[in-house]
């Protein structure tokens, strides 16, 4: 079974430019989440999606948002990109967010944004 | 609010000697706790998790974690590390059923050969 896969894995964008990660959770899953990972501030969650609902939104500003389409796969979008964007952006799935503490949530290697 | 600390951001020893990484939660009840462990240019990979239950948990790759409910801990302990452990280790906890995931800063595994 294939794992959770990401695209682009490396990507550079300039200020105030927009971007779109893409997110293929593992087949049958149906749980999404985005996490942005800096030495700062660690992994921080973004939001959660599921059955193309968002269901759990972290503390970030309206620049980020995202969808999830009805064959489970994800995109996240920011607006306006500032240099405090650049970061790892790590995706996971899971099979069923009511079950998600029990379930394993399964990492994608992450697309790593950098902000010039 | 919730927090999850992991009061060290590395820790280094020899390989073949015994390890345990510290993490604390702050939290009024019994959260839903995981250990994780990330390689460079990674993912992240559950390591073990807690629920209920024995307080003892087991995972993989050799690694056992202890729920102490009187400290808020759930320190992750391996009796001999090799050298591929090298790597960053988080701790995290799920507080309820259907809430987000809450990720500790990380430590940062060294073995020296």
């Known amino acids: 079974k294939a794992g959770v896969t990401q695209t682009p894995r490396y990507l550079i964008k300039t200020r105030g430019q927009q971007v779109t990660l893409s997110c293929s959770p593992i087949s049958g899953h149906r749980s999404v989440s985005w996490y942005q990972q800096t030495p700062g501030q660690g992994l921080q969650f973004l939001f959660e999606y599921f059955s193309e609902t968002q269901r759990n939104k972290g503390n970030f500003p309206g620049r980020f948002s995202g969808r999830q389409f009805s064959n489970s796969r994800s995109e996240m979008n920011v607006s306006t990109l500032e240099l405090g964007d650049s970061a790892l952006y790590l995706c996971?799935?899971?099979?069923?967010?009511?079950?998600?503490?029990?379930?394993?949530?399964?990492f994608g290697p992450g697309t790593r944004l950098t902000v010039l | 609010a919730q927090s999850v600390t992991q009061p060290d951001i590395h820790i280094t020893v020899s390989e073949g000697a015994s390890l345990e990484l510290r993490c604390n939660y702050s939290y009024g009840a019994t959260p839903y706790l995981f250990w994780y462990v990330q390689s460079p240019g990674q993912g992240l990979q559950l390591l073990l998790k807690?629920?209920?239950?024995?307080?003892l948990v087991q995972g993989i790759k050799g690694f056992e974690a202890e729920f102490k409910r009187s400290q808020s801990s759930f320190n992750l302990r391996k009796p001999s590390v090799h050298w591929s452990d090298a790597a960053e280790y988080f701790c995290a906890v799920v507080m309820n059923r259907d809430d987000k995931i809450i990720f500790g800063k990380g430590t940062r595994l060294h073995i020296l050969p």
């Open positions: 807690y629920f209920s239950g024995d307080t």
């Open positions: 996971a799935s899971s099979l069923d967010p009511l079950a998600r503490a029990r379930d394993e949530q399964f």
